[in-house]
DNA sequence: AAAACGGGGTC
DNA sequence: GACCCAGTTTT
């Protein structure tokens, strides 16, 4: 950059910071943006909307009101508020987290990105959110709403999920965010990222940024950021069985370390090639419990998304013939009343067969 | 460096 | 149905 260029000086950010303090969206965590509001916002946040936000964190704070609460309480209580907003790993983290604060940090967050970044659940981005938004800390928080702002207003090729981007986008910003207000500044990119400069039809025409956007000056907004396309991902056939033994129905809870670990689900796996479906309730059934069942009608068939396959589960109902319910991949196996149901955190899917359960029970 | 990790919104 | 989203952790 000339010592013209840099005397003149970017103004864009200061624009953009202006533009952010009369338009910006109203959001539970921006009217009260303590240390504690701004970490349980910026956690959900993470890969995860807004409007989808806003009403787990009510419930959230609502139930666990500070570090010390969230610290004490129950993981499975946690998990409860956070069943649906999926990414479970980051409500054990967060529970973890309160926990490391209470115990080795009195109580008090650190004050700066490269403090927080010790604690479990905090990446360089939620780092230098909570620490520009609750401290003022003037670091850049970099998440995929910035990255395609800047990707398109300096022309930057290297693909989205190249570590090197984010590196470079960071360095950029960095003397820019020091000479403006630092929580209103990356609120502003990332509100301009989710509202102005979106991934398709970006509204140029409404944009602060257009007269520097190399993208809209070269009429390149469709081709950058440069996004690599996924690859398809694998498709699985599940059965489980919701086992009925005097009234009661068998749930297993999965171990922290496995995806939806800590969450509660109906036995059951995988089809095997060639194999009947209910025959795959049964087998599943017996390797996972040790239970010898007798396997009826389905209930219900749903078909589910996850980021990395996709799943087709149907549960059949069955009947307990005989042994005595042992966990084996699953952590613990619990008898419940169908009323008790509601109470266990679950996946999603497993939730939908819950509920299709009780339904068809009560019919019966 | 790449893969794993949920679920919902959007076009 | 593909793509995207206020990313982090593990391998």
Avoid at 283 to 311: C, D, M, N, W
Wanted: with cysteine; charged share 25%; proline share 7%.
């Amino acid at each position: 950059m000339s010592k013209r260029e840099n005397r003149l000086s970017v103004t864009w950010p200061r624009e953009l910071v202006r533009w952010f303090e009369r338009e910006h969206r109203p959001m539970p965590w921006r009217s009260d943006p303590s240390p504690y509001k701004v970490w349980i916002s910026e956690i959900m946040l993470q890969q995860t909307q807004v409007v989808t936000v806003i009403p787990y964190f009510d419930r959230f704070v609502g139930r666990f009101p500070s570090f010390e609460v969230l610290a004490a309480a129950d993981l499975q209580d946690v998990l409860k508020l956070w069943e649906g907003l999926g990414y479970y790993s980051r409500a054990r983290n967060l529970h973890q987290a309160a926990r490391v604060l209470v115990e080795k940090y009195k109580g008090k967050p650190p004050l700066t990105a490269a403090g927080l970044r010790e604690l479990p659940g905090i990446g360089a981005y939620t780092a230098a959110a909570i620490a520009s938004i609750a401290f003022g800390e003037p670091v850049p928080s970099v998440d995929g709403n910035v990255l395609r702002v800047c990707s398109r207003l300096w022309g930057l090729e290297t693909p989205m999920r190249d570590k090197a981007l984010a590196d470079e986008v960071r360095a950029r910003l960095t003397p820019l965010i020091r000479k403006v207000n630092p929580s209103h500044f990356n609120q502003a990119m990332m509100e301009t990222g989710a509202l102005i400069c979106k991934p398709r039809n970006p509204q140029c025409s409404g944009c602060l940024l257009s007269r520097h956007c190399v993208a809209f000056k070269t009429n390149r907004t469709d081709e950058l950021p440069v996004v690599e396309k996924a690859g398809i991902v694998p498709h699985y056939r599940i059965a489980v069985g919701v086992v009925w033994k005097k009234g009661r129905i068998l749930i297993a809870r999965r171990a922290e370390k496995q995806m939806l670990g800590g969450l509660w689900e109906f036995p059951g796996g995988k089809q095997e090639k060639d194999e009947v479906l209910d025959e795959t309730a049964v087998r599943e059934i017996q390797e996972e419990t040790g239970l010898a069942v007798r396997v009826g009608v389905p209930i219900v068939t749903v078909k589910h998304a996850y980021s990395h396959f996709k799943i087709t589960m149907t549960a059949f109902r069955c009947e307990w013939l005989s042994g005595r319910a042992r966990p084996k991949a699953a952590v613990e196996l619990k008898w419940i009343l169908p009323a008790a149901l509601v109470d266990y955190p679950m996946p999603r899917a497993t939730r939908r067969i819950a509920e299709a359960s009780v339904i068809r029970s009560g019919k019966s």
